[in-house]
């Protein structure tokens, strides 16, 4: 589909009806998040906020989704790509070397980051030549099933059912359709034109009066005024900064919750069963990206989380797996009656697996704030307390079996990686609180660290296939062993560890340097494809074990697997090593480059301030 000047063929994005998951550019605003198409076409977004219903919805059902198309009548090239350190994006069509048609996205953002702007803003303009231009504006309320009427005066059109509305805002002329608004206009030469869709509103004004210039330069102001924060200089720069600012447009601003990832049930494998809802805070998945952001100087989104979050434990009397990002609670999952993204079924609402035991969310926590007071953030006393609860739970809860780091839905089992996590939280502890100064039972915590680490060793262990498992009593390896030696647990030279490694290598590895994360059988259609972090934690591997050229040539191959955009989603065809899958983009991806790059530069003898 690529060809060699960076431009696109419309024409060959598509797959069953749809366009590829890497074919799409990502706006946000802390707030919530749209996917955009390269052939102009938002084919998803969640009005007001991430885990509100879609309003456009075509990436999980190209017949009966919403959408909002804008694109040239004639057949041409797209390029598309973002403005400097923002998340405003520009989708240029071309044809004969000429842009005849260029689009700017984004989603109003400001200092004042609790207003809540649920709109997006698209600005259309001819720069070459007069073109002629499709708009076909489709919205879906509550995943298809909710029945919507369409109300226009001489701004726009306004579309409603029983809990929802959306309008659009235009100079544009447009036709009301059976579900839907549209036409095919020309746009002179040199002209340009302001589209507005809201959410919630009840009356539809003159474009004018929602300021989209005074908006447009607001959002950039904010994007670039952020990303001088990052403090990192090294190699990769590129995507360090675009996985921080796409991570940062994850977050949930007025909570300081954060997103896995702005969308539900993008399949992890084509036509299988594996399609989740990803719009919700995973305290494991915030906790790495609170790591990540503390090695490039950011303590602001962290600080806020971790604070926030623990007011909510505190109050709750209880650690989950997972919460909402606006504290409603509700993550009942149920299945919606779309077709799925190229037939992948079911798509679903909401995640059950917030019902699991889960047990390394608590050293994941621990290690968080860990890694905040590293960077220099402000560990109180309160927040020391609060550490210090999440050990008095711990000291017991880790003997327990669970659900492991991958939310396995069969019987608890005895998790490797869920003890070498419990392991950690009490290592980040003991130093942690021994650099502030703070009182704590730290000989009891020593003594808990020292028996969880012989367990591990004793239990975790199998001698016969001379690797780590991934729960006491397997024969088989599990990718999340990468992690062992990341946490100081284990030296990566150690033999037991060398050999656990060959053994992912052997058993997890394809060609492409991608990595099942596993083989069992885990009770769900279609087997699993290569998850994205693993290799991450590979590269950092290698680093340990002085490989560091194989651990260059890993990460940029890594690189050369983002989309168009330097963006990640959460997997890859293990097969064809070129299709991403799974939720999009994904945070867990993005820590997993910043982390990996910070590495990398450190060996290499570059600087990083």
Not at 157 to 185: A, C, H, M, P
Not at 197 to 204: C, L, M, T, Y
Not at 285 to 295: G, K, L, N, P, R
């Amino acid at each position: 589909m690529s060809i060699d000047n960076g431009l696109y063929n419309v024409t060959q994005a598509y797959n069953l009806g749809h366009l590829k998951i890497a074919n799409h550019g990502f706006i946000a605003n802390s707030r919530t998040a749209g996917l955009i198409g390269i052939d102009g076409t938002i084919d998803w977004a969640c009005l007001p906020d991430f885990n509100s219903n879609p309003v456009f919805d075509a990436i999980l059902d190209s017949q009966n989704g919403g959408y909002f198309k804008i694109k040239p009548i004639m057949e041409c090239y797209v390029k598309q790509f973002y403005e400097e350190y923002t998340n405003v994006l520009i989708t240029e069509f071309i044809k004969d070397d000429q842009v005849i048609l260029r689009l700017t996205d984004f989603f109003p953002i400001s200092e004042s980051g609790t207003i809540n702007f649920p709109e997006i803003h698209r600005f259309i303009e001819a720069p070459s030549s007069d073109v002629e231009v499709s708009i076909d504006l489709k919205p879906n309320f509550n995943f298809g099933a909710g029945q919507k009427k369409i109300t226009g005066n001489s701004y726009g059109y306004l579309f409603s059912s029983e809990d929802q509305t959306l309008g659009i805002s235009t100079n544009i002329k447009l036709i009301k359709g059976r579900g839907n608004v549209y036409n095919n206009i020309i746009l002179k030469k040199d002209t340009s034109e302001w589209i507005v869709i809201q959410s919630g509103v009840r009356q539809i004004g003159n474009v004018k009066q929602y300021r989209s210039d005074y908006r447009l330069e607001e959002t950039r102001r904010y994007w670039k005024s952020w990303a001088v924060k990052i403090n990192y200089n090294g190699l990769y720069r590129d995507y360090v900064i675009r996985s921080a600012v796409t991570l940062k447009g994850l977050f949930h601003g007025p909570t300081g919750m954060m997103v896995a990832a702005p969308t539900t049930s993008l399949p992890e494998v084509i036509g299988g069963e594996r399609n989740w809802d990803y719009r919700h805070t995973w305290i494991r998945d915030t906790a790495y990206v609170i790591e990540a952001f503390s090695f490039i100087g950011l303590t602001e989104e962290p600080a806020k989380f971790l604070y926030n979050i623990m007011a909510i434990i505190q109050r709750d009397k209880k650690l989950k797996t997972m919460y909402t990002i606006n504290g409603d609670d509700n993550l009942n999952e149920e299945i919606v009656n779309l077709s799925g993204h190229m037939a992948s079924l079911p798509v679903r609402s909401g995640n059950k697996a917030s019902d699991q035991l889960q047990i390394d969310q608590y050293g994941s926590l621990v290690s968080a704030i860990f890694r905040f007071q590293e960077a220099g953030g402000l560990v109180t006393t309160q927040l020391w307390d609060f550490v210090i609860q999440l050990l008095d739970t711990l000291k017991d809860l880790w003997k327990l079996p669970d659900s492991s780091i991958w939310e396995i839905r069969s019987e608890p089992k005895h998790y490797l990686y869920s003890k070498l996590i419990s392991w950690a939280a009490f290592d980040r502890a003991i130093k942690m609180g021994k650099a502030l100064d703070y009182h704590a039972p730290y000989s009891k915590w020593r003594s808990i660290e020292n028996e969880i680490k012989k367990d591990i060793l004793e239990k975790g262990y199998n001698s016969t296939i001379g690797a780590f498992t991934q729960y006491y009593g397997s024969d088989e390896v599990d990718a999340s062993v990468l992690r062992m030696p990341l946490t100081g647990f284990i030296k990566a030279t150690d033999p037991r560890f060398t050999s656990t490694i060959a053994k992912v290598e052997k058993d997890l590895k394809n060609p492409c340097g991608l990595f099942r994360r596993y083989i069992i059988d885990d009770y769900l259609q279609g087997k699993d494809n290569a998850f994205l972090l693993m290799s991450f934690w590979y590269v950092e591997d290698l680093i340990l074990l002085g490989r560091i050229k194989e651990a260059k040539e890993t990460f940029e191959n890594m690189l050369k697997h983002s989309n168009h955009l330097m963006l990640f989603s959460e997997e890859i065809d293990f097969n064809d090593c070129n299709e991403l899958l799974g939720n999009f983009p994904q945070a867990i991806t993005h820590l997993g480059v910043i982390r990996a790059a910070i590495k990398l530069n450190r060996v290499l003898g570059k600087s990083s301030e």
